[in-house]
């Protein structure tokens, strides 16, 4: 254990970067107790881990546990922005309500300490500037930047009313290994299994759009970054340089040494055209900066297949 380890709590340690999250807490000399879902963790880590089952609901009934850690991750969500549209009553009920309940348990244990995962992607609404700061209008386009705003609002709510820490981090596109296909995948991890499987792809658009690609390593160093710094408030998190659709087929054919098929649809409603965050302020108060480019991360995930 390091000299400044500390016991974090992983809500969502199963997910894709809950994963990350706890190999790179443990990997630091931090305490981890991961919580999921499912009955047993998805891998059995060595170091100072364990494991919760059964979700949120029964991290709530562990009231020495969440009173005595030194910080409470939430990194779970159970939707994805298409499936919060086509169900938002659903994406309330099982990622707004779960998030109040943890917020009172804290608040009557005393447990202030909160780092939760929203949406930089999703958060915005339609950009008024780029690349976004967080001080941007909050004017989500789609149920799952609602729900998230919602989340936001009532973390904002504990912080004034009784005395909550919270950081928020709002990510780009986060992509790296271990984005596995549930439902639907990002971008870069979709247009990487296309290609080595040879199946052709699906653009909403012309292509042109463009997103804010940050590997999940970069994303989960920003993460760590907030054990040892008490800020307050949200941070973006993103490489801040935006790729379009196209160019990244480009990357992925370029990397793969195969030729994508790109079937093209209309645009949707709910997809801004440019989405590029403002990084500069988890620079300056974190002294935090994305290692990994578009071209690397792809490159890893080809290597891995």
Same mark, same amino acid.
């Given at each position: 254990?390091?000299?400044?380890?500390?016991?974090?709590?992983?809500?969502?340690?199963?997910?894709?970067?809950?994963?990350?999250?706890?190999?790179?807490?443990?990997?630091?000399?931090?305490?981890?107790?991961?919580?999921?879902?499912?009955?047993?963790?998805?891998?059995?880590?060595?170091?100072? /881990?364990?494991?919760?089952?059964?979700?949120?609901?029964?991290?709530?009934?562990?009231?020495?546990?969440?009173?005595?850690?030194?910080?409470?991750?939430?990194?779970?969500?159970?939707?994805?922005?298409?499936?919060?549209?086509?169900?938002?009553?659903?994406?309330?009920?099982?990622?707004?309500?779960?998030?109040?309940?943890?917020?009172?348990?804290?608040?009557?244990?005393?447990?202030?300490?909160?780092?939760?995962?929203?949406?930089?992607?999703?958060?915005?609404?339609? +950009?008024?500037?780029?690349?976004?700061?967080?001080?941007?209008?909050?004017?989500?386009?789609?149920?799952?930047?609602?729900?998230?705003?919602?989340?936001?609002?009532?973390?904002?709510?504990?912080?004034?009313?009784?005395?909550?820490?919270?950081?928020?981090?709002?990510?780009?596109?986060?992509?790296?290994?271990?984005?596995?296909?549930?439902?639907?995948?990002?971008?870069?991890?979709? /247009?990487?299994?296309?290609?080595?499987?040879?199946?052709?792809?699906?653009?909403?658009?012309?292509?042109?759009?463009?997103?804010?690609?940050?590997?999940?390593?970069?994303?989960?160093?920003?993460?760590?970054?907030?054990?040892?710094?008490?800020?307050?408030?949200?941070?973006?998190?993103?490489?801040?340089?935006?790729?379009?659709?196209?160019?990244?087929?480009?990357?992925?054919?370029?990397?793969?040494?195969?030729?994508?098929?790109?079937?093209?649809? +209309?645009?949707?409603?709910?997809?801004?055209?440019?989405?590029?965050?403002?990084?500069?302020?988890?620079?300056?108060?974190?002294?935090?900066?994305?290692?990994?480019?578009?071209?690397?991360?792809?490159?890893?995930?080809?290597?891995?297949?």
């Amino acid at each position: 254990m390091t000299q400044h380890s500390k016991h974090i709590v992983i809500i969502g340690g199963n997910g894709f970067i809950g994963d990350e999250a706890v190999r790179q807490a443990l990997a630091s000399g931090h305490r981890v107790t991961s919580v999921g879902r499912s009955m047993k963790p998805s891998v059995e880590y060595a170091g100072a /881990f364990d494991y919760v089952p059964g979700g949120l609901g029964a991290l709530v009934d562990k009231a020495e546990l969440i009173k005595t850690v030194d910080a409470v991750w939430h990194l779970a969500s159970s939707t994805v922005p298409a499936q919060a549209t086509a169900d938002p009553r659903g994406d309330a009920q099982d990622n707004l309500l779960p998030l109040i309940t943890l917020l009172e348990e804290m608040r009557r244990l005393g447990q202030t300490r909160l780092l939760y995962l929203s949406s930089g992607g999703a958060i915005y609404g339609p +950009p008024e500037q780029l690349p976004i700061p967080e001080t941007h209008p909050l004017r989500p386009a789609s149920a799952y930047g609602a729900t998230k705003l919602a989340a936001e609002a009532y973390i904002r709510l504990y912080q004034d009313m009784y005395g909550l820490r919270p950081v928020i981090i709002r990510p780009a596109n986060p992509y790296g290994p271990g984005q596995q296909k549930l439902g639907v995948l990002g971008a870069v991890t979709t /247009f990487v299994n296309a290609a080595l499987n040879n199946k052709p792809i699906t653009i909403w658009g012309d292509g042109s759009a463009v997103r804010d690609f940050v590997h999940v390593r970069d994303l989960v160093q920003l993460m760590l970054a907030t054990l040892e710094n008490p800020v307050l408030g949200a941070y973006n998190c993103g490489y801040g340089q935006g790729t379009s659709l196209n160019t990244l087929c480009d990357v992925v054919e370029q990397a793969t040494g195969v030729q994508i098929t790109r079937n093209m649809h +209309p645009a949707r409603p709910f997809d801004p055209l440019k989405v590029v965050l403002d990084i500069s302020k988890a620079k300056r108060d974190l002294g935090w900066t994305p290692n990994i480019t578009l071209a690397q991360g792809v490159a890893d995930l080809v290597a891995r297949r």
